[in-house]
Antibody, heavy 117, light 109 residues
Framework: EVQLVESGGGLVQPGGSLRLSCAAS????????MNWVRQAPGKGLEWVSY????????YYADSVKGRFTISRDNAKNSLYLQMNSLRAEDTAVYYC??????????WGQGTLVTVSS | SYVLTQPPSVSVAPGKTARITCGGN??????VHWYQQKPGQAPVLVIY???DRPSGIPERFSGSNSGNTATLTISRVEAGDEADYYC????????????FGGGTKLTVL
């Protein structure tokens, strides 16, 4: 069974940092591109970041560029999102998603990040 | 940046056909994917590459894409189809590589 399980969310103060993880199982993780997508409370979906299967190509949304860093460890079947200089507007559920071509074919259950003092 | 426009809400009676539109400049030249999201759950891909259905998605779900509008069509709507639906494209013309529409709340009357 294909599974993506996010972890690492929580409450953090503005300006703080958090590292999200996404554990993959049930498929050959190293063969798949991956995305992070977030959803603010009561709002729509927003793409955050992309990483190629090897990790050699990375993209970010303008809203997080320079503050967030995506990475992966194919040996550990894991995807990461390092989030620095967090702002209130970063409050959201963060999903990792498996990418096939340009579609997101599988999603984790999400992890909630709350930025508040 | 590329913008996708969806109606905020669509209502339909059970057994009828629901059509959810997704507007974008020359969207017919792009591949459109559709996701269903039920309350408290993660999104699920229901249509990819304009009109293909992943395994496990009922044939009642179909899609089309032409000109400036892509459409998700749900035939013989059931109560369990009530959800938020999002269209999505990949845009290589800007830094906004993956673009979502604002979402449409489908209400089954």
């Amino acid at each position: 069974e294909v599974q993506l399980v996010e972890s690492g969310g929580g409450l953090v103060q503005p300006g703080g940092s958090l590292r999200l993880s996404c554990a993959a199982s049930g498929f050959t993780f190293s063969s798949y591109e991956m995305n992070w997508v977030r959803q603010a409370p009561g709002k729509g979906l927003e793409w955050v970041s992309y990483i190629s299967s090897s990790g050699s190509t990375i993209y970010y949304a303008d809203s997080v560029k320079g503050r967030f860093t995506i990475s992966r460890d194919n040996a550990k079947n894991s995807l990461y999102l390092q989030m620095n200089s967090l702002r209130a507007e970063d409050t959201a559920v963060y999903y990792c998603a498996r990418v096939r071509d340009t579609a997101m074919v599988g999603w984790g259950q999400g992890t909630l990040v709350t930025v508040s003092s | 940046s590329y913008v996708l426009t969806q109606p905020p809400s669509v209502s339909v009676a059970p057994g009828k056909t629901a059509r959810i539109t997704c507007g974008g400049n020359n969207i017919g030249s792009k591949s459109v994917h559709w996701y269903q999201q039920k309350p408290g759950q993660a999104p699920v891909l229901v249509i990819y590459y304009d009109s293909d259905r992943p395994s496990g998605i009922p044939e009642r779900f179909s899609g089309s894409n032409s000109g400036n509008t892509a459409t998700l069509t749900i035939s013989r709507v059931e109560a369990g189809d009530e959800a938020d639906y999002y269209c999505q494209v990949w845009d290589s013309s800007s830094d906004h590589r993956w673009v979502f529409g604002g979402g449409t709340k489908l209400t089954v009357l």
